[in-house]
């Protein structure tokens, strides 16, 4: 708890009795809020074992509906403890800008803020109610799990549709597009919440031509990118190129990509990391011929385009992305992703990041937002959203 030692004057003993009822009232918040996410825990501890049962029994559609309507209480209880902590967390808020409105000789809402954050109810890191929730309703659905691609050259044809969502809004539209689709868990063997960490480095030309060609949406218009997932150094990266086609041609926008080390990062943007080299690697990694013909191919383009219009790393987006889809099976894929900033990757002035030996850089351009996407999939699901969780 935080104390304040004054002098034994009236101003700064009442000062004192103000942040003790203030730090009284935020514990108990915690506490309320710890309680019931133990009593969620508890609940779909509980739940799990019957769902298994019930998946495992066909034609016993009464009980499953009954476990269904289950976890919708508990997804219910979750969103108002949600609500219960954001409410208190601006209530928190008003509070301490009241006293610097009423005090401006004694303001303590930046550092108490700070205090603030610190707490578990307002990290709110309680991502693995909502992960075991959705592994209840997809027990329930009898999802199955679709083979996971390993090729060395992969490409996706999709169509894409995005939607903002309020910040407040988020765990109401995880709750809902779990009660459909699972949550992806990237890596059950070290879970870390609902979502994962996205890096991707963006190329582009002085004139921004990849950017400009993107937002106008001119036919056969690329994005290039490389892109690693978690936290850390990668050790793998993806080359990824995104195609737009017009979908009123009946054409459909493609996404193809590559795998690199990350040591051949830099030597493949500097063109000092010739395709004989990658395709000896790919031998000497039992890829099969059709793969390495495929990678080649994608591998050349890609080199052409960046030396033809003179790309480099330009720009880079992080952000914590949740996605939900029946494991390695991407026919419906929705993805959200929150937390974004965005980071300049070549400074003004001095080398660029390549010339200085790395591909990436540190700079930071602060941004927020959130999106959905849909590949691939029907609008039917989204009539079933809230209009006020989501718009175009």
């Known amino acids: 708890s935080l104390s304040i030692v004054r002098a034994a004057k009236t101003a700064d003993a009442a000062e004192e009795r103000f942040f003790q009822k203030l730090e009284l009232e935020v514990e108990k918040v915690g506490k309320f809020t710890q309680r019931v996410v133990a009593e969620l825990r508890q609940r779909l501890s509980n739940l799990q074992p019957k769902a298994d049962k019930a998946a495992a029994a066909e034609g016993r559609t009464e009980d ?46 930046q550092f108490y803020i700070a205090h603030l954050h610190q707490q578990p109810w307002v990290q709110g890191t309680y991502s693995d109610v909502l992960v075991h929730l959705s592994n209840v309703y997809s027990q329930l659905r009898g999802d199955q799990t679709g083979q996971k691609n390993e090729d060395a050259a992969q490409g996706f044809v ?12 988020v765990s109401h539209v995880k709750y809902h597009v779990l009660q459909h689709l699972p949550v992806f868990q990237f890596d059950k063997s070290d879970f870390a919440g609902d979502a994962q960490l996205i890096n991707s480095v963006y190329f582009d030309n002085e004139n921004l031509e990849l950017y400009h060609g993107r937002l106008d949406k001119k036919p056969n218009a690329i994005a290039l990118r490389i892109r690693w997932y978690g936290p850390g150094e990668p050790q793998k990266v993806f080359v990824e190129r995104k195609t737009h086609r017009e979908s009123w041609k009946g054409e459909e926008s493609v996404k193809e990509r590559i795998t690199l080390d990350e040591d051949k990062v830099v030597p ?11 395709v000896a690697d790919l031998r000497a990694a039992g890829k099969s011929e059709k793969e390495i013909d495929a990678f080649s191919a994608l591998f050349t383009e890609v080199r052409q385009q960046l030396d ?5 790393p330009f720009i880079r ?3 914590m992305r949740t996605a939900f889809q029946i494991p390695f099976d991407s026919t419906v894929r929705i993805s959200m ?4 900033c965005m980071i300049k990757e ?9 010339l200085a030996g790395r591909w990436y850089g540190c700079v930071m351009l602060h941004c927020y937002f959130v999106t959905i996407k849909l590949f691939g999939m029907s609008y039917s699901l989204w009539t079933q959203l809230p209009a006020q969780h989501v718009s175009c």
């Open 337 to 340: 992703d929150t937390n974004m």
């Open 158 to 169: 999709r169509s894409t549709t995005k939607y903002w969502v309020r910040a407040e809004d």
């Open 64 to 109: 499953k509906e009954r476990l269904m309507e289950d976890a919708k209480l508990i997804g219910e209880d979750y969103l108002q403890l949600e609500k219960y902590a954001n409410l208190n967390y601006m209530g928190v808020h008003k509070i301490l800008k009241k006293h610097d409105k009423l005090l401006p000789h004694s303001p303590c809402r």
């Open 268 to 278: 493949f943007l500097e063109m000092e990391y010739s395709l004989e080299q990658a």
């Open 317 to 319: 987006t992080q952000y």
């Open 308 to 312: 033809s219009k003179q790309l480099r």
């Open 346 to 354: 070549n400074p003004d002035e001095g080398p660029s990041c390549t």
